[in-house]
């Protein structure tokens, strides 16, 4: 029973970064889902594949796991890289390539 500690990465429906401030505690799935013969909807009977615990800190997220005794793997988060652009910058004199229409 593994567990993930990471922090979620932003979405990519929206250029928001909500959700993304915390840190989530989660278990690796100890089998693979199956496909329901009826429905065809998938199923698993691993239960603690629907665990999702959500911590403000790290630390916190450690502490818990190593409280409760689960083995776990950390992900640190990807920093990213801002590029600081101005709209005025499409017109400077000392541009690469001329603006033109």
Same mark, same amino acid.
């Given at each position: 029973?593994?567990?993930? @500690?990471?922090?979620?990465?932003?979405?990519?429906?929206?250029?928001?970064?909500?959700?993304?401030?915390?840190?989530?505690?989660?278990?690796?799935?100890?089998?693979?889902?199956?496909?329901?013969?009826?429905?065809?909807?998938?199923?698993?009977?691993?239960? =603690?594949?629907?665990?999702?615990? =959500?911590?403000?800190?790290?630390?916190?997220?450690?502490?818990?796991?190593?409280?409760?005794? @689960?083995?776990?793997?950390?992900?640190?988060? *990807?920093?990213? *890289?801002? @590029? @600081?652009?101005?709209?005025?910058? =499409?017109?400077?004199?000392?541009?690469?390539?001329?603006?033109?229409?």
């Amino acid at each position: 029973m593994l567990a993930r @500690i990471y922090r979620p990465a932003k979405t990519a429906m929206q250029s928001g970064k909500a959700k993304t401030k915390d840190w989530v505690l989660e278990f690796e799935p100890a089998s693979a889902r199956r496909s329901d013969p009826l429905m065809g909807w998938t199923q698993s009977s691993d239960m =603690n594949g629907q665990v999702r615990l =959500n911590f403000e800190t790290r630390d916190e997220a450690v502490a818990y796991a190593q409280r409760h005794e @689960i083995p776990f793997q950390l992900f640190e988060p *990807k920093t990213h *890289k801002r @590029i @600081i652009k101005a709209y005025a910058d =499409n017109f400077a004199a000392g541009r690469r390539q001329p603006w033109t229409h």
